[in-house]
Protein backbone atom coordinates (compact mmCIF):
# COMPACT_ATOMS: atom_id res chain seq x y z
CA UNK A 1 0.00 0.00 0.00
CA UNK A 2 1.40 3.63 -0.66
CA UNK A 3 -0.01 6.53 0.76
CA UNK A 4 -1.73 8.91 -1.49
CA UNK A 5 -0.91 11.79 0.09
CA UNK A 6 3.16 11.48 0.97
CA UNK A 7 3.48 8.41 -1.11
CA UNK A 8 5.30 6.38 1.85
CA UNK A 9 4.89 2.60 1.63
CA UNK A 10 3.82 -0.30 4.10
CA UNK A 11 4.11 -3.85 2.53
CA UNK A 12 1.24 -5.28 4.87
CA UNK A 13 -1.98 -4.75 5.44
CA UNK A 14 -2.67 -5.97 8.58
CA UNK A 15 0.21 -3.77 10.33
CA UNK A 16 -1.24 -0.87 8.45
CA UNK A 17 -4.54 -1.53 10.16
CA UNK A 18 -2.40 -1.50 13.25
CA UNK A 19 -0.65 1.76 12.84
CA UNK A 20 -3.75 3.54 11.55
CA UNK A 21 -4.21 4.01 8.06
CA UNK A 22 -7.15 4.90 6.68
CA UNK A 23 -8.35 3.00 3.97
CA UNK A 24 -9.61 5.88 1.98
CA UNK A 25 -10.78 9.64 2.01
CA UNK A 26 -12.03 12.19 -0.31
CA UNK A 27 -10.68 15.53 -1.79
CA UNK A 28 -14.43 17.07 -2.73
CA UNK A 29 -16.17 14.16 -4.69
CA UNK A 30 -13.33 12.51 -5.35
CA UNK A 31 -12.37 9.35 -3.56
CA UNK A 32 -8.51 8.55 -3.09
CA UNK A 33 -7.19 5.41 -1.35
CA UNK A 34 -4.79 4.69 1.62
CA UNK A 35 -3.40 7.49 4.00
CA UNK A 36 -0.44 7.41 6.45
CA UNK A 37 -1.40 8.12 10.29
CA UNK A 38 0.60 11.22 9.72
CA UNK A 39 -1.16 12.33 6.42
CA UNK A 40 -4.22 11.78 8.15
CA UNK A 41 -3.09 13.36 11.67
CA UNK A 42 -2.28 16.43 9.58
CA UNK A 43 -4.17 16.82 6.30
CA UNK A 44 -7.67 14.95 6.67
CA UNK A 45 -10.80 15.24 8.89
CA UNK A 46 -14.16 13.39 10.25
CA UNK A 47 -16.99 15.45 7.45
CA UNK A 48 -20.26 15.80 7.97
CA UNK A 49 -21.07 12.74 6.22
CA UNK A 50 -18.66 10.63 8.89
CA UNK A 51 -16.02 10.07 6.26
CA UNK A 52 -12.50 10.91 6.41
CA UNK A 53 -11.76 14.19 4.10
CA UNK A 54 -9.20 17.01 3.27
CA UNK A 55 -9.33 20.10 5.55
CA UNK A 56 -10.75 22.76 3.41
CA UNK A 57 -7.11 24.47 3.94
CA UNK A 58 -5.83 21.44 1.89
CA UNK A 59 -8.50 21.03 -0.98
CA UNK A 60 -7.12 21.46 -4.25
CA UNK A 61 -3.31 21.62 -2.99
CA UNK A 62 -2.28 18.13 -2.73
CA UNK A 63 -0.75 16.64 -5.78
CA UNK A 64 -1.60 12.72 -5.14
CA UNK A 65 0.23 9.63 -5.45
CA UNK A 66 -2.64 8.08 -6.36
CA UNK A 67 -3.34 9.79 -9.53
CA UNK A 68 -0.32 9.12 -11.37
CA UNK A 69 -1.04 5.43 -11.09
CA UNK A 70 -4.27 6.08 -12.27
CA UNK A 71 -3.05 8.16 -15.26
CA UNK A 72 -0.84 6.18 -16.63
CA UNK A 73 -0.32 3.61 -18.58
CA UNK A 74 2.10 1.21 -18.59
CA UNK A 75 4.08 -0.52 -21.57
CA UNK A 76 6.62 -3.51 -20.51
CA UNK A 77 9.23 -5.15 -22.76
CA UNK A 78 10.67 -8.60 -22.47
CA UNK A 79 13.25 -9.88 -24.45
CA UNK A 80 14.24 -13.55 -24.72
CA UNK A 81 17.46 -14.68 -25.37
CA UNK A 82 18.60 -18.06 -25.44
CA UNK A 83 22.17 -18.72 -23.87
CA UNK A 84 24.93 -20.08 -26.26
CA UNK A 85 26.45 -23.36 -25.16
CA UNK A 86 29.63 -21.58 -26.55
CA UNK A 87 29.58 -20.05 -23.02
Known amino acids: MKCSICGTVIDCIETAIDAGWIPYFYDGETEHEYACPGCSETVLQVGQAGEMEVRSEYQGKIVYQDAESKDC ?6 EVRSESQDN
Open 73 to 78: HWVMGI
